[in-house]
């Protein structure tokens, strides 16, 4: 038997099935929504700059993925969580769950706000994303912790 | 015998006497000469706005929390907790009595560029004047002239809560003899006017370095380790190093850093946190040149791994 490439072999099984086990984990289902709140904040963006050209679809489904993951998000720092797995969640979380989801829900309600009147043209864009963007650090600013 | 004894504990204690003298002596305060703050011209109260943004004042010197306009009112008390204590920012609102209002331009400027206050006692380096004594006395008078203009506020702030022996001003002037130094904190080998107004502004007003450069057991910077990053001295979490060899924006454009700090988003649209989105906020309020160089300054910085 060769042991280097057995051990080589086995190793990456085991990063591998590390990996899927992980994805339900509370730390990296709530990082995969701060991913996709990014991404959805970039294709309103990569518009503002005229990287890509104004659809008014993408900018409501921008909107409606900021506005569904809001409203779920708080739901996933549940008590053992605040450590592992590379999270930067801020220990202030738990001390203060009620103002926690209250600045989730200020993104959600920007969000729908800005759904309720979506732009014709890459012009109105800019209020949009500032409206939804400014609620960003509103939350980071006490409840993320860079690593 | 006794008399030995005596004299030895005698001669102990003149020693001791000399060497304090001459400690306090050669750390005393020094402000400036007044030369330096007459006969420069009246305040530009526009440049003394974008010093005042420039120089985060609001940051420590509002209220905890403030947002918008509540950021003029510089009532003072916001807490500032670090290795050695606690410290409370001082009121430095326009009222003549609680805040600055009956400085003079002088005694202002010797404290934002020597730390030393209003009575001659030296002044925490809490208060970043190691990093405010790069700036011109011009920009220090134009600030201190948009500060008049700022709203009054009656509070008086707590006194600093530092354990012995942090709370003895007097050792703070060793402390200024082992890390006070207003010469530029990296050599740029360039005469490019945008990298000079980049480190005029990072390492001066900016006071960038005064959390992203790690400090040794005393709290002075590890100047070989500029902009590097390390432990939040606030307490919890990192502050990022911010050179060229970053993990988090080594490979940033000029245009991405200076993106950043006009709206707070990363080029992936991750978001400001921590104590950077009051910095954010601020270098926002700054003309785009001046975002354009620091950011210029932040790429030719040597990278720091």
Redesign the interface.
């Known amino acids: 038997m060769k042991l280097k490439p057995t051990l080589a072999a086995l190793m990456l099984t085991c990063l591998g099935v590390g990996a899927v086990v992980a994805a339900d984990e509370p730390q990296v289902v709530r990082q995969e929504m701060?991913k996709k709140v990014?991404?959805a904040?970039?294709a309103m963006?990569a518009m503002a700059k005229g990287e890509k050209p104004y659809d008014a679809e993408v900018v409501k489904a921008s909107l409606t993925t900021i506005a569904d993951i809001a409203k779920v998000f708080p739901d996933h720092f549940p008590d053992g969580t605040e450590t592992g797995l590379d999270t930067e969640a801020?220990?202030k979380i738990w001390e203060n769950r009620a103002d926690f989801k209250a600045k989730a829900d200020a993104l959600g309600a920007a969000a729908t706000a800005q759904l309720a009147s979506v732009p014709v043209d890459v012009a109105g864009l800019g209020p949009v994303i500032k409206a939804v963007?400014g609620t960003?650090?509103?939350c980071?600013?006490t409840y993320?912790?860079?690593? | 015998m006794a008399s030995k004894l005596l004299k030895t504990l005698g001669g102990l204690v003149v020693l001791a006497a000399l060497g304090l003298g001459t400690f306090a002596f050669v750390t005393a305060p020094q402000p400036r000469p007044d030369a330096v703050w007459s006969g420069l011209a009246a305040a530009d109260l526009t440049n003394g706005r974008r010093m005042f943004f420039a120089g985060g004042c609001d940051s420590c010197h509002a209220a905890a929390g403030s947002e918008g306009d509540a950021r003029l009112l510089l009532s003072g008390g916001a807490p500032l907790p670090s290795p050695f204590g606690t410290f409370h920012a001082p009121n430095i609102s326009s009222d003549p009595t609680a805040g600055i209002g009956g400085w003079t331009l002088a005694q202002f400027g010797n404290a934002m560029t020597r730390g030393v206050g209003p009575n001659g006692e030296h002044l925490y380096p809490s208060f970043p004047y190691g990093s405010y004594a790069r700036m011109k006395p011009q920009d220090v008078a134009d600030l201190f002239g948009f500060l008049k203009t700022l709203p009054a506020s009656a509070n008086v702030a707590p006194p600093h809560e530092l354990p012995f022996p942090f709370n003895i001003r007097l050792l703070l002037g060793g402390w200024k003899f082992l890390y006070f130094s207003d010469a530029p904190r990296v050599e740029i080998a360039s005469t490019d006017e945008t990298l000079r107004q980049g480190q005029y502004l990072v390492e001066g007003p900016g006071h960038c370095g005064e959390c992203h450069t790690p400090r040794d057991i005393f709290g002075g910077f590890k100047t070989d380790a500029w902009l590097a990053g390390g432990p939040?001295p606030e307490g919890?979490?990192?502050?990022?190093n911010i050179t060229p060899g970053s993990k988090s924006i080594g490979a940033w454009s000029t245009s991405d850093i200076a993106t950043y700090l006009e709206?707070?988003?990363t080029p992936?649209?991750?978001?400001?946190?921590?104590?950077m989105?009051?910095v954010?906020?601020n270098m926002a309020e700054l003309p785009a040149g001046d975002r354009d160089a620091i950011a210029a300054y932040l790429k030719a910085v040597p990278a720091q791994p």
């Open positions: 701060m990014g991404g904040m970039g963006g801020s220990p963007g960003c650090g509103d980071h600013e993320r912790l860079k690593k | 939040n919890r979490g990192t502050i990022p709206t707070g988003f992936d649209y991750d978001s400001v946190g921590g104590s989105v009051a954010q906020k």
